[in-house]
């Protein structure tokens, strides 16, 4: 295990140790569609399936009608790619982010929510804005769509400002420019082989792990992300010669 994976399996136990699990050793897990936002579906998962989420990359829950561990998809092929899992202000409810492949009920709908109860007083239709054709696949504004990438910039910064003891970024700091563009050459490297495998899943880590340590780089060298993006907007607005 390298070193930036033994910070990161730490990082894991340090927030896995603080959550509150109920009497039976449970929590819900809400899991959510990253691109269109759609709530898929809610179970429960203990310590064990939690850690096999985070060590696969796929969902894994408990059931508690059988009293066993179900890998989500792994008879179907119906699996979810994790993108994130964030947990709530109690400790005690997770939510996660997924990609998934194919339908998340077993009815065979997208979602398991399909099922819709009447209000007996529901929102006026017109205080309700639907999402534009631009937006509607992203399920995000323009402005929301890219406003990772400002909040990133801004943790990375504070990384650098403060170190905290056992942060991945910290030690990246520590250690200097030269571990910095090791990691972005290896980074690019493993986002050309995922690219060469055709491996969209692996393509998106890799090139989210890429994008991260570019901008640990930036931060590294006082290059803001501002005046990467107002270079880009300057070549789109030059006269194309072909």
């Not at 990253?34 to 989420?53: D, I, R, T």
């Amino acid at each position: 295990m390298s070193e930036a994976e033994q910070l990161t399996a730490q990082s894991q136990q340090e927030v896995l140790e603080g959550i509150r699990w109920n009497e039976a050793g449970l929590l819900p897990a809400v899991v959510q569609d990253v691109n269109s936002l759609e709530v898929l579906m809610v179970a429960y998962m203990n310590k064990e399936s939690l850690q096999l989420s985070l060590e696969s990359g796929q969902t894994w829950f408990w059931s508690r009608s059988r009293s066993e561990l179900w890998h989500k998809g792994g008879t179907s092929g119906n699996t979810q790619a994790i993108t994130s899992i964030h947990y709530d202000c109690d400790s005690d409810t997770l939510l996660l982010k997924v990609v998934p492949e194919g339908p998340a009920c077993h009815t065979g709908e997208t979602s398991c929510f399909f099922r819709e109860l009447p209000l007996s007083h529901p929102a006026a239709a017109g205080s309700v804005k639907e999402p534009t054709a631009a937006t509607a696949s992203q399920g995000l504004s323009d402005s929301e769509r890219f406003a990772v990438l400002g909040e990133l910039e801004r943790v990375i910064a504070e990384r650098e400002a403060e170190r905290p003891e056992g942060a991945y970024t910290t030690y990246l700091f520590d250690k200097g420019v030269d571990k910095i563009l090791k990691k972005v050459g290896e980074e690019a490297s493993e986002t050309i082989i995922a690219a060469k495998n055709k491996d969209n899943a692996e393509l998106r880590l890799e090139v989210s792990d890429l994008i991260y340590h570019l901008l640990v780089l930036l931060q590294e060298r006082k290059l803001p992300l501002d005046e990467i993006m107002e270079e880009l907007s300057a070549r789109h607005e030059r006269p194309r010669r072909d």
